[in-house]
């Protein structure tokens, strides 16, 4: 069942997306994440699908959401300096209701930063990018399987909850090369497009009062209008606090109430585990060596690997947090997730990040520091 | 016993590091079924800086892709040997003689290999980093000179039976110069 292949995280990424039923892709070239780009427009055309390579990233992301609103699973790529550029028309996909995965391969930044090595520096910017009120769905990788497998979880959830999800990679992920099964399409589940069934002169493309309102496409006899002000529930503008009110709770709502259904976690070691490694991303493969060093040594460590970072998987956490005699968390950055993990320390157990920005990964050996002298306390 | 070997294979960016790193993991894990990782570090600058690409073979699954205690470190750059030289403990050190003028007082096994000269003698200088995957894989026994064969096969699939047979020859005298530097220690 399906095909063992030997390849780059961000190739696996482009399989994913074609596997998931993806067929457009928009973006502009830059690395860590270019190899996307790359085989995107080599693998689209040969399943009838449509590469576009755009002016810049404000176009690309305008384009995903016109592909999108056609009918197109879309996706793109793009690091972080282009994410920043896509945080505009992000918003106007989350206002719109706009299934699209935007795949973001992390390097050092801000800025240009270093643009050819590793951070995990955009993990607020994922979750808080674009401006206003809003929820997003986050998945973070750590194998070039993960590459493969999540992109088609990341397009499920994208048409599942009407939203566009963050693939939040990193280039030690991206450009990481290995092991892949690229599933058959058998073995895979495959979210369509909730399509309209009503009369089309009663489509309300916006009405949630009875779950999630079906999606459209342009073209269709079901007539919408992709609106970024405040709209009615036929997409009409509409600037009625009220309504203002009830849209803005909807964006949020829609995934916060099924977090724990989009929330996928990794546990490691964690029945008896006491030092408690809370990680995500190329970070966790760090962390998983760190726990078998440490493991080696008769220390109790366990891993929490979040793969969904946003919505927070609050249950898997506060376990976590509720059973751990302390926690440590390796991140690619200052420390953007420990804050999560911080709000959710009821019992005030030592929380401490290890954190690396100086372009290089986290080495275990810093890690294992870390354990053995919360261990040693 | 240690059932996991790593290799660096470091120089500038431009000599096919990465490449060659690239068909050993992959012989590795398509060939000889083993846990294979290839990951890689290089400057923003397209030739002329340090790059390397870490080799991971085991038996078990690879967590940590890079390189922490290296088996063996390929050299093939001053600026490349001057960041390992007697800093990488018992592991074994190959440079490249054309390139490296080794630092005979640097602690720990080095061993000079010219694979420039070598690669020019076989008609073409690129098939430098095919030799070196073939003094890798004598070294170190991760692959099978017909599981690496096999991926460079498919690699330079498509293109002229010239280049691929001039590839493979590239590779067995790497292999053969590989197997001498190995009796010797």
């Known amino acids: 069942m399906g095909e063992f292949r030997f390849m780059q995280g961000n190739e696996a990424m482009t399989e994913g997306a074609i596997a998931a039923g993806a067929r457009f892709y928009a973006g502009y070239p830059i690395t860590p ?7 995107s427009s080599i693998r689209l055309p040969q399943v009838g699908g449509l590469y576009v390579q755009m002016e810049d990233e404000i176009g690309s992301m305008a384009a995903l959401i016109g592909a999108s609103a056609s009918g197109k699973k879309a996706y793109t790529a793009t690091s972080g300096p282009g994410l920043s550029l896509m945080a505009e028309n992000l918003g106007v996909a989350v206002m719109g209701e706009i299934p699209c995965v935007l795949i973001d391969v992390q390097r050092s930044g801000p800025s240009t930063g270093l643009a050819t090595k590793p951070a995990q520096g955009d993990v607020l910017q994922a979750r808080w990018g674009t401006h206003g009120d809003h929820s997003i769905i986050v998945l973070s990788p750590s194998s070039v399987q993960d590459c493969f497998d999540l992109m088609v979880t ?5 048409e599942q909850y009407r939203t566009p999800v963050i693939f939040l990679s990193d280039e030690i992920i991206g450009h990481l090369r290995e092991q892949v099964i690229l599933r058959s399409p058998e073995e895979l589940e495959i979210v369509e497009r909730n399509e309209p069934t009503c009369d089309p002169k009663e489509y309300r493309p916006y009405d949630h009062s009875v779950g999630l309102a079906p999606l459209s496409h342009f073209g269709s006899p079901y007539v919408f209008k992709v609106n970024g002000s405040m709209h ?5 503008p509409c600037a009625r606090p009220d309504n203002a009110d009830r849209i803005i709770r909807h964006l949020s709502e829609k995934i916060e109430a099924h977090a724990e259904e989009i929330a996928i976690t990794r546990k490691y070691n964690m029945d008896d585990a006491e030092i408690v490694l809370i990680c995500y991303g190329g970070a966790a493969r760090s962390a998983l060596s760190a726990m078998k060093k440490a493991r080696e040594k008769g ?19 506060l376990a976590a947090m509720q059973t751990a005699k302390a926690v440590v968390v390796p991140e690619l950055n200052l420390g953007q997730y420990i804050g999560e993990v911080a709000k959710r320390n009821a019992r005030n157990i030592p929380v401490r990040g290890v954190n690396r920005i100086d372009g290089q990964p986290i080495f275990p050996a810093q890690i294992l520091e870390a354990i053995e002298e919360e261990a040693a306390k | ?23 050993i993991a992959e012989a590795a894990a398509v060939h000889e079924h083993k846990r294979a990782t290839l990951s890689s570090e290089y400057g923003v600058e397209t030739r002329g800086t340090f790059a390397k690409s870490d ?24 600026a490349a040997y001057a960041r390992y030289a007697g800093k990488i403990g018992d592991a074994l050190l190959l440079y490249n003689s054309d390139e490296v003028t080794p630092d005979e007082s640097a602690a720990g096994p080095q061993k000079g290999l010219a694979i420039t000269h070598m690669a020019k003698e076989l008609g073409n200088p690129q098939t430098a980093n095919i030799l070196t ?8 026994q991760v692959v099978t000179p017909e599981g690496a064969k096999e991926a460079i096969r498919k690699f330079f699939k498509g293109k002229s039976d010239k280049v691929i047979a001039l590839n493979e020859k590239a590779f067995d005298l790497g292999y053969e110069k590989g197997i001498e530097l190995r009796e010797e220690r």
């Open chain 1, 33 to 39: 994440s270019s190899e996307v780009a790359e085989t």
């Open chain 1, 299 to 317: 220390i109790k460590a366990g891993v929490l690997q979040l793969v969904t970072l946003w919505p927070v998987p609050e249950k898997d956490l």
């Open chain 1, 232 to 236: 009615d529930e036929w997409g009409r």
């Open chain 2, 133 to 140: 995957m073939g003094a890798i894989a004598a070294l170190t």
């Open chain 2, 1 to 23: 016993m240690k059932t996991q070997k790593e290799i660096t294979i470091s120089g500038v960016g431009g000599q096919g590091m990465i490449l060659c790193g690239t068909l």
């Open chain 2, 55 to 78: 080799v991971i073979v085991s038996d078990e699954e690879i967590f940590f892709p890079d390189v922490t205690e290296p088996d063996l470190v390929v050299c093939l750059h001053p």
């Open chain 1, 154 to 158: 990341a397009f499920n959830y994208s």
